[in-house]
């Protein structure tokens, strides 16, 4: 049976940051596939094809192709230094760390993503339904599952005061059930930023 948190924290603070995408290139060698690329930096295979408009056949890569590959190093760092500040707190009451998922925090971008494409602030998605739902869609595996969002925290710092100040958050973030986390991070046109952490057990 699956046990299922879920929790909202709403900020409505403006302000400017800078969280670009950048991209790098990368020259295929031999033996390379699309996901052993895609795992090498982290990046879903999709955002590889969507950067690659030139590869008719994802499938078929050959030694010297080169291929873009999405840079989110400036969002990644933001992402782990959140996990990182996640980590810690449970290390005060004696927890384990969560193994940091890439493939979950994957699934974490996009939903803050969609928060800001639909201009929504919801666990419920209008494109991927609930967090558990979009994640079983995007094939992570797990018998728990929980999610926390915020919105317009400037900072990890801050985004991880806030959560641990507001005691449902702070429950999802210090559950013992949960072994993995994911988060990803947005922003919108006016500057704010998009949180959501993902816990899972996994099998």
């Known amino acids: 049976m699956k046990r299922k948190g879920l929790l909202v924290f709403l900020f409505v603070l403006i302000f400017s940051t800078n969280v670009f995408a950048q991209s790098e ?9 699309m996901w052993k690329i895609a795992v090498k930096y982290e ?8 950067a690659n408009p030139q590869i008719k056949n994802p499938d078929l890569i050959y030694p010297g192709q080169k291929i873009n590959i999405p840079k989110l190093d400036d969002i990644k760092s933001q992402e782990n230094e959140v996990i ?3 980590n810690a707190e449970r290390a005060k009451y004696g927890l384990p760390a969560l193994k940091a998922n890439w493939q979950l925090s994957r699934v974490a971008r996009y939903k803050s993503q969609d928060m800001v494409d639909k201009g929504y602030f919801s666990h419920t998605s209008p ?3 609930s967090p ?5 869609s995007f094939g992570i ?3 728990a599952a929980g999610e926390n969002i915020a919105m317009g925290l400037k900072s990890p710092s801050e985004v991880m005061k806030a959560w641990m100040n507001s005691p449902g958050h702070r429950s999802n973030i210090l559950n013992s059930t949960y072994n993995e986390i994911g988060v990803g991070l947005a922003k919108d046109a006016r500057g704010r930023l998009y949180w959501t952490q993902m816990f899972i057990k996994s099998y």
């Open 25 to 33: 290139v990368y020259t295929v060698k031999s033996g390379d596939t």
């Open 84 to 86: 990182r500040l996640v």
């Open 43 to 50: 990046v879903g295979i999709s955002e590889i094809i969507s």
């Open 132 to 136: 558990f739902k979009m994640m079983e």
């Open 127 to 129: 494109t991927y339904g």
């Open 141 to 143: 595996r797990f018998s």
